[in-house]
């Protein structure tokens, strides 16, 4: 069987690592084969490095190197490269730069620069850290977020990077809209649309639907490829109780307009095969709802035409992890007939 997720980082990583370890733990799926198309968007030029935020919180989730505090960057990390380039007052002193994580950064840029893709580069990092999964960056091309916000003067605004909105800002500065700058020259990665189009089944994991899965969307053909796959198409729901479970994607849902419930968010995804009268070219067979807070969040998808389950959605640990795994995985079982 194959399983293909497309992730961001922190919430997407964690999801991944529940689903493996139920795959593994479970007779006749071991041999599944899962691939994750990373989100790329969040990527960001730094002190002269590339760093890839969603693709490290993956390939370090999976592959054991996680700093499980932060979901982000090294465990056993330190800070002092970050400390002298502060001292020497250059810029940004909000980034979040840990020595070892440097290292990723070099090998990365430096194989950037003599003409790998960034498929490549990530192929080759991910055989030190053995994931277990095949790691696909959504786009080769050099795509980034941006977030617009109000300018310092009245009826003016300002585009910054969503790093730069994100760490040094916390999302606080109302964002008007994400530009992905680069994704009208940006193409599928190597591997993107087979892993959706071949896959037997396809996860939205409890990533950022608009700047992580959404981000992801935007790259010409996915959508694509996603509304169309012969896969059911399942997803898990990142808001529980009308709040993101980690992170701040209220307030991106907010700057696109879409409640931040687990009901809007499957509609803004939409229903893959909507019951007459209802848009089509939705994206969602199936919806994994929190239990509790969110199961009258059911009958009105199950009425929109999406397959919606309410289960226990806190990745507590890693079995409550895997329990969610599983039940995306039998939703895709009940949606496939
Ligand atoms: N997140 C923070 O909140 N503060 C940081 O200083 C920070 C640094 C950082 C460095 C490398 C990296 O791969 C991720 C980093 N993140 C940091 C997380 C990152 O901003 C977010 O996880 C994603 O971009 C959002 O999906």
Redesign the pocket.
């Known amino acids: 069987m194959r399983i293909t997720v497309l992730a ?3 919430g997407g990583a964690r999801f991944t690592r529940g689903l493996l370890h139920h795959l593994r733990a479970s007779a006749g799926t071991a041999a599944t084969e899962v691939t994750v198309v990373g989100n790329t968007g ?1 990527d960001i030029r730094v002190f002269g490095l590339q ?4 693709l ?2 993956l390939m370090y989730t999976l592959g054991g190197g996680i700093s499980e505090e ?4 090294r465990e056993d990390e330190t800070f002092v490269v970050k400390e002298e380039l502060a001292a020497y007052g250059v810029q940004p002193t ?5 020595d070892r ?1 440097t290292a990723t950064h070099l090998v990365r840029t430096q194989m950037l620069a003599a003409g790998y893709p960034l498929s490549a580069v990530t192929a080759a990092l991910c055989a030190r850290w053995e994931p277990g999964v095949e790691l696909l960056p959504m786009t080769d091309e050099r795509v980034e977020t941006h977030v617009v916000v109000d300018g310092d003067e009245p009826g003016t605004h300002r585009a910054l990077h ?2 730069e909105w ?2 040094r800002h916390r999302a606080a500065l109302p964002a008007r809209e994400f530009v992905l700058v680069g994704v009208d020259d940006a193409r599928p990665g190597p591997g993107v649309l087979e892993a959706i189009r071949d896959a037997d089944v396809v996860l939205l994991p409890p990533s ?1 639907p608009v ?2 899965i959404g981000t992801i969307l935007q790259v010409p053909g996915v959508r694509e490829a996603v509304a169309s796959t012969a896969a059911p198409v399942v997803g898990v729901s990142p808001i529980v109780g009308g709040a993101p479970v980690r ?1 701040m994607a209220d307030a991106c849902l907010a700057a696109i307009g879409v409640a931040t419930t687990a009901e809007a968010v499957a509609r803004h995804y939409g229903a893959r095969r909507p019951v007459v009268g209802e848009p089509d070219s939705g994206l969602l067979d199936g919806w994994l709802v929190h239990d509790g807070a969110d199961a009258d969040a059911v009958a009105p998808l199950e009425a929109l035409g999406i397959a919606a389950r309410a289960v226990p959605l806190l990745m507590t640990d890693l079995e409550a992890t895997a329990a969610m795994a599983a039940a995306a995985l039998d939703l895709a079982s009940v949606v496939r007939r």
């Open positions: 961001g980082g922190i969040d760093v890839c935020p969603d490290d919180s932060r979901g982000w960057g909000w980034f979040g730069l840990g994580d969503f790093q994100w760490i950022n700047v992580s992170g």
